[in-house]
């Protein structure tokens, strides 16, 4: 994929839609036919001169983490679940916060890798950070789910079950959204 950055004008009013959507602590997904541009549209939203733009000094306050499902080794509920703490760790050495927090952070996400396939132990540590970044820092976090296809049908029910809850029972201590990026399947009979 191109990473020559995208100028402030991409797909402008879609993107101000999305961050609004942000800002309000909704959940969205983005629906399209193979090929027109979702993903750049995802890379788009981590943009940090686009985020400045749309989302000024709340730029700061929100934490947008990329799960493209290609980075998958399985497609398990472990691998999943593994995958976003790995990417919250990730994506915030490169925020602005402290090397204490991101320290903090790698740490839920090694325990969780210790006990390969422990689907349990990798909820609870992916609730933790969630729980501890939102409510000690005061981040509002947002998944931004690039190429969702490949895994929804292929999880538990059980596990967007349990994102749902971790979701519902976030939404004003400590906002997380869920940001879905997809592929619109035309079946033709």
């Known amino acids: 994929m191109d990473r020559t950055p995208l100028p402030l004008s991409f797909r402008y009013h879609l993107v101000a839609t999305l961050m609004r ?3 309000a602590g909704e959940s969205a ?3 399209g036919v193979a090929s027109v541009g979702k993903s750049n549209l995802v890379r788009a939203l981590q943009q940090a001169d686009i985020q400045v733009a749309h989302l000024g000094p709340e730029k700061d306050e929100i934490l947008l983490v990329l799960v493209d499902s290609n ?3 399985a497609i398990t509920d472990w691998n999943f679940l593994e995958l976003l703490l790995y990417r919250l760790s ?3 050495q490169s925020a602005s916060l402290s090397a204490e927090a991101a320290a903090r952070l790698e740490g839920w996400h090694e325990k969780a890798a210790r006990q390969t396939d422990d689907v349990l132990n990798a909820q609870r540590c992916l609730e933790q ?3 501890w970044l939102c409510q ?3 981040r509002r976090v947002i998944f931004l789910l690039d190429e969702f296809e490949l895994i929804y049908p292929q999880l538990s029910q059980r596990t967007w079950a349990n994102l749902r809850a971790l979701r519902d029972k976030t939404s004003t201590a400590w906002p997380i959204s869920f940001f879905c990026a ?3 399947k035309i079946c033709c009979r």
């Open 21 to 23: 959507l942000m800002q």
């Open 29 to 31: 997904a983005v629906v």
């Open 71 to 73: 980075d998958l080794a």
């Open 90 to 92: 990730l994506h915030s």
């Open 129 to 131: 950070a969630l729980h």
């Open 136 to 138: 000690v820092h005061g």
């Open 182 to 184: 997809t592929i619109w």
